[in-house]
């Protein structure tokens, strides 16, 4: 049996009385691509927050890696946290710092490493993510998609069992979308990593992801769960999850995109360190 890794049973989460989603249910097994998907405003983001401790259901449970996290206790979260990694949307690098250093800020604060094993371990964390010769330089003078892969290694500098990734490709160009989904798909193919993702760009929901859950805003619920193209073909898929995996077409067709899973991995970390 494949080892679960998040559960999440009966969630509702919400804004004092403001509702967000009610009765969500759902679970991430080890070494799975998960994508979070939906419409603006349907709590995609707010649901991550809770998976990653920063916010408390209303109603519901979380376990992470078999040990209570909602409800649970302030250490059980903090346990929990140093097994999991995040990245945010625009990174978050401290601009004061060189790669190499916000690589290395976590690892400072978190472990009893040697400073010569600080940087021994930020270099390879940026090596993973193809930014091998980077290490000194500033955020600034990297772009957009080299700054989402230096937060990726800082995300990855404690070897966590679960990244948090919010909407990963968001300002990126087509291109460099393309090589982060590749690094993604390296990074669990390598190191067994599991990916709980937020996302509306169905270039990366169709080619890297292994389950996805829909959440809708009208209904303020998880409507449908699945592989997106079994999704996509399987008749009874909720109206709204199927206009948004087809872009509202009525022909109910979509790019070629390859995946799910190992699709546009043999790219791999040498594509990356072109972008």
Same mark, same amino acid.
């Given at each position: +049996? ?12 919400? #804004?004092?009385?403001? *509702?967000? +989603? ?11 691509? !998960? ?23 209303? =109603?519901?449970? *979380?376990? !992470?890696?078999?040990?209570? !996290? &909602? ?6 979260? #903090? ?5 999991? /990694? ?7 690098? &401290? ?7 916000? *690589? ?5 604060? #978190? ?9 021994? =371990? ?10 091998? /010769? !980077? ?60 990916? *709980?993702? %937020? ?6 929901? #169709? ?14 619920? +998880? ?30 067709? %979509?790019?070629?995109?390859? /995946?799910? /899973?190992? =699709? ?12």
């Amino acid at each position: +049996m494949t080892e679960q890794v998040i559960c999440a049973e009966q969630l509702t989460v919400g #804004y004092g009385s403001f *509702v967000l +989603m009610r009765e969500v249910s759902f679970e991430v097994k080890k070494g799975e691509i !998960f994508f979070i998907m939906g419409g603006s405003g349907c709590g995609k983001s707010t649901l991550l927050r809770v998976l990653m401790g920063l916010k408390e259901p209303q =109603q519901g449970t *979380v376990t !992470f890696l078999g040990r209570p !996290f &909602w409800p649970g206790s302030t250490a059980d979260r #903090y346990t929990a946290r140093r097994r999991s /990694g995040v990245l945010f949307q625009g990174g978050a690098l &401290w601009s004061s710092m060189t790669l190499a250093e916000n *690589v290395a800020l976590p690892l400072e604060q #978190y472990t009893s490493l040697s400073p010569a094993e600080i940087r021994s =371990q930020a270099r390879l964390k940026l090596a993973l993510t193809g930014l091998a /010769g !980077f290490e000194d330089y500033y955020p600034s003078e990297i772009s957009g998609g080299m700054r989402k892969r230096a937060g990726l290694a800082r995300a990855l500098a404690l070897d966590p069992a679960v990244l948090f990734l919010d909407e990963p490709s968001a300002g990126l160009d087509p291109v460099s979308s393309r090589l982060l989904d590749d690094l993604i798909l390296e990074l669990r193919k390598s190191l067994g990593t599991t990916f *709980v993702i %937020v996302s509306h760009e169905l270039a990366s929901i #169709y080619a890297i992801a292994d389950t996805c859950i829909f959440l809708d805003a009208a209904t303020r619920t +998880m409507t449908a769960r699945g592989n997106p193209r079994t999704l996509l073909h399987t008749q009874g898929t909720d109206p709204a999850a199927m206009r948004f995996l087809t872009r509202g077409d009525s022909d109910g067709t %979509v790019p070629d995109q390859g /995946g799910p /899973g190992e =699709q546009g991995a043999s790219a791999g970390l040498d594509r990356t360190r072109t972008a």
